[in-house]
T-cell receptor
């Protein structure tokens, strides 16, 4: 069975601070995919990033960066210079390889960025 | 770019009534997923379809059924509604069949169902 744990239920920061959201996962699949989705107060789920299990290279995309470490089963997400519009619930999610890509989500982290 | 379309966006029903939720995937996406998100919860996988065939099933109640049509849109039918069915229902789509990016699901805006 797959499991995603987001230990931080709520984080509050002041605008322009950097913030890192933690995610730890469990899976028996050798090929799997990790995702971060953002859910703003309006309710939609917005895809942010995807990482394949066979590619541990960490990347930066604008103000977003992520740190994938297979050795510790972690997939952390960092927002640099946070903005009020970043306030949302952030979900880490996992899907297996093969033909089954259903997502298993963590419980989410509520990020509040204060002006 | 075109996104996933869900209708209706809001729905209010009484207990024991039926409801039908519709999902129109992104053009050229042939895989559809349905998720249920209760208040303050994470989304839970219900069911998925690839090329009009059911491809996987999660924690979907027997009172619910779904299908994917020839134009790839999908409908989630919910009968004998209960108070606990009140939730946000998401549809997501992805390209399937070995297409690059098939692992990534793009979500619609959701249908907010309230059962009274």
């Amino acid at each position: 069975a797959q499991k995603v744990t987001q230990a931080q239920t709520e984080i509050s920061v002041v605008e322009k601070e950097d913030v890192t959201l933690d995610c730890v996962y469990e899976t028996r699949d050798t090929t799997y995919y990790l995702f971060w989705y953002k859910q703003p107060p309006s309710g939609e789920l917005v895809f942010l990033i995807r990482r394949n299990s066979f590619d541990e290279q960490n990347e930066i995309s604008g103000r977003y960066s992520w740190n994938f470490q297979k050795s510790t089963s972690s997939f952390n997400f960092t927002i640099t210079a946070s903005q009020v519009v970043d306030s949302a619930v952030y979900f880490c999610a996992l899907s297996g390889g093969g033909s089954n890509y259903k997502l298993t989500f963590g419980k989410g982290t509520l990020l509040t960025v204060n002006p | 770019a075109a996104g996933v379309i869900q209708s209706p966006r809001h729905l209010i029903k009484e207990k024991r009534e039926t409801a039908t939720l519709k999902c129109y995937p992104i053009p050229r996406h042939d895989t559809v997923y349905w998720y249920q998100q209760g208040p303050g919860q994470d989304p839970q996988f219900l069911i998925s379809f690839y090329e009009k065939m059911q491809s996987d099933k999660g924690s979907i109640p027997d009172r619910f059924s779904a299908q994917q049509f020839s134009d790839y849109h999908s409908e989630l039918n919910m009968s004998s509604l209960e108070l606990g069915d009140s939730a946000l229902y998401f549809c997501a789509s992805s390209p399937g069949g070995g297409t690059p990016g098939q692992e990534t699901q793009y979500f619609g805006p959701g249908t907010r169902l309230l059962v009274l």
